[in-house]
């Protein structure tokens, strides 16, 4: 168990909700979050930010945050600037790290720039982009540069497809993404304070690990154990912790990546403020490494202790 001392902490907002695509996941988050601070005997308040949300923490008088928001606005560098300038000590990542953890494209860039591997890519702007797309090879997957929760991805298997499904990525962000399709096995590395928890291993009868399989199904499957040998394992826990440290990230978040045809690992984004449902991974990695959820929690909240001198 944790030797945290609730106390410590002071009064801490709980900003979930907001107006991102992904508000009903960080509702949910934001809910078992605040349940298990509360267990814990941290007090804790929740608020769903609005246009006014630094003078309701301003009056307040709050000691911290704990940032339960998904996407935009919330995981993109946004309130993490927005409460550095009141001063305000937060969860996560700082203002860079989560900025460029937030875009897929920005981050590749950097990965590679730092020969962290990544799978291959077309950036669309345009539909005159999209031949440079094709070129990758059918099948690709499209997705969204800026957004979480697998929203706007699909995986397309020809030209038609794909001009389709670059038109509907491009409703969520005008920079979208064709990625070269990987076979391979589909991993998650879990960050907490600098060390990677067990690696899990996903497994979905969907074409692939979407929305509705991340949140809703009860045919995903979640091997943790990974089954991977423990040498390998360690190798590529040590690749997502190097990955995550290079974008700026910090205290806590997670590297999803692919293994390719030949087993190699293609990494492909970096989620700053992961989701704490009940289908979430982070808690089932922590699970698997001994950290109950309500210890989770108080060891997310205590990366703004870390915060602190930042803010």
């Given at each position: 168990?944790?030797?945290?001392d ?10 979930l909700?907001g ?5 009903e996941?960080s ?5 078992a979050v605040g ?8 007090d ?14 301003r ?10 928001l998904?996407?935009r ?5 946004q309130?993490?600037g ?10 996560g990542?700082g203002?860079?790290?989560?900025a460029?953890?937030m875009?897929?494209y920005?981050t ?10 990544t799978?291959e890519?077309a950036?669309l ?5 999209l031949?440079?797309?094709a ?7 499209i ?6 929760s ?5 995986k ?5 497809a794909?001009?389709?499904?670059w ?6 962000d005008?920079t979208?993404?064709?990625?070269r399709?990987?076979p391979?096995a589909?991993?998650?590395c879990?960050i907490?304070?600098g060390?990677?928890?067990p690696?899990i ?14 949140y809703?199904?009860?045919t ?5 154990p990974?089954?991977?040998?423990a040498?390998?394992?360690a190798?590529?826990?040590?690749l997502?912790?190097?990955a ?8 806590w978040?997670r590297v999803d990546?692919?293994?390719d045809?030949d087993?190699?690992p ?6 700053t ?15 698997a490494?001994?950290?109950d959820f309500?210890?989770?929690c ?10 602190e001198?930042?803010?």
């Amino acid at each position: 168990m944790t030797t945290l001392d609730p106390g410590q902490f002071g009064k801490v907002a709980l900003l979930l909700g907001g107006d991102a695509a992904e508000r009903e996941i960080s509702l949910k988050s934001g809910a078992a979050v605040g349940a298990a601070l509360r267990r814990a005997g941290v007090d804790v308040h929740d608020i769903d930010p609005g246009p006014d949300v630094l003078e309701v923490l301003r009056a307040g008088a709050f000691d911290r945050a704990f940032i339960i928001l998904h996407g935009r606005g919330g995981e993109d560098g946004q309130i993490q600037g927005a409460l550095a300038r009141i001063g305000l000590p937060y969860t996560g990542s700082g203002v860079l790290g989560s900025a460029i953890g937030m875009d897929k494209y920005r981050t590749k860039l950097l990965w590679a720039g730092a020969g962290i591997p990544t799978a291959e890519f077309a950036l669309l702007h345009a539909e005159a982009d999209l031949p440079a797309a094709a070129q990758l090879g059918f099948p690709l997957m499209i997705k969204p540069s800026q957004e979480g929760s697998s929203i706007g991805m699909a995986k397309v298997e020809d030209a038609a497809a794909l001009a389709t499904a670059w038109r509907a990525a491009a409703e969520y962000d005008r920079t979208v993404l064709a990625e070269r399709w990987l076979p391979g096995a589909e991993f998650t590395c879990a960050i907490l304070q600098g060390e990677a928890l067990p690696l899990i291993r996903l497994e979905t009868p969907n074409s692939f690990y979407d929305y509705e399989a991340k949140y809703f199904a009860n045919t995903t499957r979640y091997h943790c154990p990974c089954g991977l040998p423990a040498a390998q394992e360690a190798e590529l826990a040590a690749l997502c912790v190097r990955a995550f440290d290079a974008v700026g990230a910090s205290g806590w978040g997670r590297v999803d990546f692919m293994l390719d045809a030949d087993g190699a690992p293609k990494l492909l984004e970096v989620n700053t403020v992961p989701g704490m449902t009940d289908h979430s991974l982070v808690p089932m990695a922590a699970k698997a490494a001994g950290i109950d959820f309500d210890e989770l929690c108080l060891r997310v909240l205590a990366t703004s202790l870390a915060g602190e001198a930042r803010a």
